[in-house]
């Protein structure tokens, strides 16, 4: 195997997990986030003996996965997935507490573009500008963006409706 | 600060992803499909060339696909999604089935039975959602076994615990006569199919079942994109025509190890503490636990304590058998009611009397499955002779 495969195979081991975790933020479905990661990661494989000079090939990576995404949720099928909800019965159950399971069901109810700039703006630790740059999307926009989703969330943590998202409800 | 429990939050699910094993194989995969994709006339040769080094993985992967005996197993968990590609059978030893999975589609057990999408990922985007093969309830005025049953104008039962999709509806019989009964919605271009037939229960030992359990059936849950939908429903159909009953769907047959209840999947729970009024006096407070199997009536188990702990000035009050907890050890969907109720549920509870010290405890669950909690405004029962014990006891 030549230098770049095994540097590459490298960057593999280090990188699946984190992407396919982002993936996951991005929408809610493990088989989904797979899907994203390794496409991520094939691409990055393609333009491997340019991107391994930059100083961050994960931040290629995390770029052409966000760039998969964004132009996924404007496929029709996936968009009517999104406004049904993600599945909850195949969803594999992080242990998040009381606390934590209510704020990410309220994440995962937030629109598409809304829940990708929190992810990326507080998951990813990336400033508003990166996030605008990643997006593709005005300055503005994504300050507008993050303001509504908070604003949005923080209605739906003192809301009573999301506390009987609590155990013990009824099919 | 939301923003930070919003990081917490978010670093801690996607902590939580499933294992990577085999991750880099299905790369490698991916990478060699995505290399013929891309390749035309003179780059094609490159490709091969390349693609030697990935060629032996996927040329063992297709040689263990054509093992007939090649087989996967669903057993009742939640678990990452692990994908095989078929041909292979699909076999659910809890729910009682077992399937051939196609060439040209891969599957994932699941803990109501199995996912399957196409192996190529580009049509895999034409699912909305893995088709799902599970075991359902459905209602004897819609099941194949209740129309033979009720066929002769008698009444059906009043209606179940659950409800079916109101799409359109129609129903048929194989060729071979088994039965079936199917939903289809459309919804812009996605459509929404789900197609039963009746796959019969028997409780252990020649048990009697609760009456529910003759409505199982074998499901196949679809939600594709329209244009795809004809290549689906016939995926379904040879699902449903070759799908063979093992474990508790053949009398006398043993019934495969259960696996513990999922709650909110396999089980839903519900717990509530109550003052009961004994007459005017004394009141006794009753903690209560229920547990109703789900429509999916997948066969687990209940095993374990269940408690309540009683408070005072942050110590445990002097009240005889406090902390104790009464061993849960039941099955579903059978339930270990099931002479007397119709559907698969199990029940225990405790009662708290005779209470003489200070109204101001604290009472906490202890309780495996829903999580150990406070319970909020706590009821106190009233004090019947301040010269005997406090009591907790099971029943």
Known sequence: ???????????????????????????????????????????????????????????????????????????????????????????????????????????????????????????????????????????????????????????????????RHGRGTQT | MIEQRLKETLGRVAAAEPGEAGAYDRFLRRKARRTRTAAGGTALVLVLLLGSAVAVPRLLERLRSDDPGRRLFAFGQAGPAQWRPGPLVAVAPVQGFEVDVPAGWEATPTWKGFALRPADPGRQRLLAEPVQVDTSYLEAFYNPAGKELYHDGTSPPARGPFKIRQDPQSHGRFPEGRGWFRTDGLDGRLRTTHWYVSWPYHCQGGEPCPDMLAMRTLRVAITVDDGASREVLGLAERLLRSARPITNAVAGQAHAPRPDCLIDRSVVARRSSELFELGPTPREVRFFWGFRTTRYLVPCALRFGLGVEILEGGHRADVRGNGVTVQLDAVLPEGSEARLNKHGTSSAYLTWTNWCGPRSVRLRWLDPLLGDADIPDPPVPSCVDATKPSVLRGA
Not at chain 1, 44 to 64: C, D, I
Not at chain 1, 112 to 125: F, G, K, M, N, P
């Open chain 1, 1 to 163: 195997m030549v230098a770049g495969e095994l540097q590459f195979r490298e960057f593999f081991a280090a990188e699946f997990g984190r992407l396919r975790g982002l993936g996951y933020l991005l929408t809610s479905d493990w088989a989904q986030a797979e899907e994203l990661a390794q496409d991520a990661l094939v691409r990055t494989y393609w333009a491997w003996s340019r991107v391994r000079g930059h100083e961050r090939p994960a931040a290629y990576a995390r770029k052409v996965l966000v760039n998969r995404h964004r132009s996924l949720l404007r496929r029709a099928v996936l968009e009517a997935r999104h406004a049904r909800g993600s599945r909850v019965e195949e969803a594999y159950q992080p242990d998040l507490g009381e606390d934590g399971l209510v704020l990410w069901a309220a994440v995962r109810r937030l629109p598409a573009r809304q829940r990708a700039v929190l992810v990326l703006r507080y998951h990813e630790d990336l400033p508003e500008a990166e996030v605008a740059r990643l997006l593709r999307l005005p300055l503005g926009t994504v300050k507008s963006l993050t303001h509504r989703a908070l604003a949005r969330l923080r209605a739906e943590l003192g809301s009573p409706a999301l506390e």
